[in-house]
C-alpha cells in the first residue's frame, strides 16, 4: 500500500535552514508529482511547492519562493524539501503528498518549530 | 496568493445532511475542479473525492461532490458522529501554478 513518511523536523532558531524528507513506498515513485503542503498549529492547510513527476517542473508558494528549494531521489524514493532563511511564521506540521488529480496520499506529517 | 472560500463551520443534527461549499473562480474550481479532504483533530487529511465527484475506493456512498460553475459543494448525507471533523477543499489554479486550499469548515454533528 501507498506509504510516505516525513522526517527532519524539529526546533530551529530563526534564519537557520532545516531539510525536510519523504520516503514514498508501495508505488512507483517516479511517475508520481509530489507535494509539500503545512498546517500552522490551530490553522488550515496551505499548499508550499510541488516537483513534477521527472523533476523538470517545480512550483512554490509566494510565502517560501526564494527560500524553499523541493527536490527527488528517484533512486532513493524520497523527495527532499531545503528551507532555509526560516521564520516564526514557518512553524508548521509539514505533510508531504502524491499528486495524481487530486493531493490523494498524505503521509502523517513532521513539525517544525521555528523559535529562539 | 487568494484562497478558495468556505464557510467556516456548519452544524446539523445526528442521520441529517449537510451540504459544505468551496467557492473559487474559473482558473481553479470552475476549471480543474475541486477535491474534498476530511481531516480529524490529530491526523492527515484523507482525500473523499476529486474532480469533483470521483470517490476514492473505500469512501463511503455518504459522501457525494459536485459543481457548479465556480462553487463545489460536498454533500452528506446521514449524518453519523465520526463526520464531525474538518472539511477543506482544494483545486489546482492554473493561472498561477498553484494548488489552493479552502479555509476549512469545520463540521459539527449535534
Known amino acids: 500500500q501507498v506509504q510516505l513518511v516525513e522526517s527532519g523536523g524539529g526546533v530551529v532558531q530563526p534564519g537557520r535552514s532545516l531539510r525536510l524528507s519523504c520516503a514514498a513506498s508501495?508505488?512507483?515513485?517516479?511517475?508520481?508529482?509530489m507535494n509539500w503542503v503545512r498546517q500552522a498549529p490551530g490553522k488550515g492547510l496551505e499548499w508550499v511547492t510541488v516537483i513534477s513527476n521527472d523533476g523538470s517542473n517545480k512550483y512554490y508558494a509566494e510565502s517560501v519562493k526564494g527560500r524553499f528549494t523541493i527536490s527527488r531521489d528517484d533512486s532513493e524514493n524520497t523527495v527532499h524539501l531545503q528551507m532555509n532563511s526560516l521564520r516564526a511564521e514557518d512553524t508548521a506540521v509539514y505533510y508531504c503528498?502524491?499528486?495524481?488529480?487530486?493531493?490523494?496520499?498524505w503521509g502523517q506529517g513532521t513539525l517544525v518549530t521555528v523559535s529562539s | 496568493q487568494a484562497g478558495l472560500t468556505q464557510p467556516p463551520s456548519v452544524s446539523k443534527g445526528l442521520r441529517q445532511t449537510a451540504t459544505l461549499t468551496c467557492t473559487g473562480d474559473i482558473n481553479n474550481v470552475g476549471n480543474q475542479g475541486a477535491s474534498w479532504l476530511q481531516q480529524h483533530q490529530g491526523h492527515p487529511p484523507k482525500l473523499l473525492s476529486y474532480r469533483n465527484n470521483i470517490r476514492p475506493s473505500g469512501i463511503s456512498e455518504r459522501f457525494s461532490a459536485s459543481r457548479s460553475g465556480n462553487t463545489a459543494s460536498l454533500t452528506i448525507t446521514g449524518l453519523q458522529p465520526e463526520d464531525e471533523a474538518d472539511y477543506y477543499c482544494s483545486a489546482w489554479d492554473s493561472s498561477l501554478s498553484v494548488w489552493l486550499f479552502g479555509g476549512g469548515t469545520k463540521l459539527t454533528v449535534l
Open positions: 508501495g508505488f512507483t515513485f517516479s511517475t508520481y508529482a
Open positions: 503528498a502524491r499528486e495524481s488529480n487530486s493531493l490523494e496520499y
